[in-house]
């Protein structure tokens, strides 16, 4: 398929860059993704205002790795890309309070259990947010 190039790089991302974010993690979940050739905006008529490039997605046929609530982890990885330069011990204390309907005390005390306290959003790869995900769905 053919779409904007800024949006196709955020299929594609790689961690920790700008581009890197909810889009990236939940796209190399569910499929493989690749950026083919450029489409200038002159080749189209009448000529937007941005490039674009062929973009190449192929549906896994299984998951690099496996978690065991899609909604709930689809729901944390947009969650913690809000607040993306926040560490991961701060930005899922509401997270936790929302998706599993728990006052502020028992989140802070679930967070203290989980992995990649001290890392950011945009640094952790997609599996770590499998991983992260896993963990509190138990």
């Keep these: 398929m053919i779409l904007q ?3 196709a790089k955020r299929l594609v991302a790689s961690v ?15 499929a493989i993704a690749g950026l083919l050739d450029p489409v200038p905006k002159e080749m189209f008529y009448p000529s937007p205002e941005v490039d674009s490039v062929i973009v190449s997605l192929k549906p896994r046929d299984k998951s690099p790795f ?12 947009k969650w913690i890309f809000t607040q993306r330069n926040k560490k991961i011990g701060k930005s899922i204390v509401p997270f936790l309070k929302t998706a599993l309907k728990v006052n502020k005390q ?6 203290f259990t989980l992995p990649f306290l001290d890392r950011r959003g945009r640094e952790l790869s997609p599996k ?3 991983a992260l995900a896993n963990v509190i769905s138990g």
């Design 128 to 130: 770590d947010f499998g």
């Design 66 to 77: 496996e978690v065991n609530d899609k909604l709930l982890f689809r729901q944390m990885v």
């Design 16 to 30: 920790g860059s700008e581009d890197y974010g909810w889009l990236t993690v939940l796209t190399y979940q569910r």
């Design 106 to 111: 028992e989140a802070e005390k679930l967070a």
């Design 5 to 7: 190039r800024e949006f």
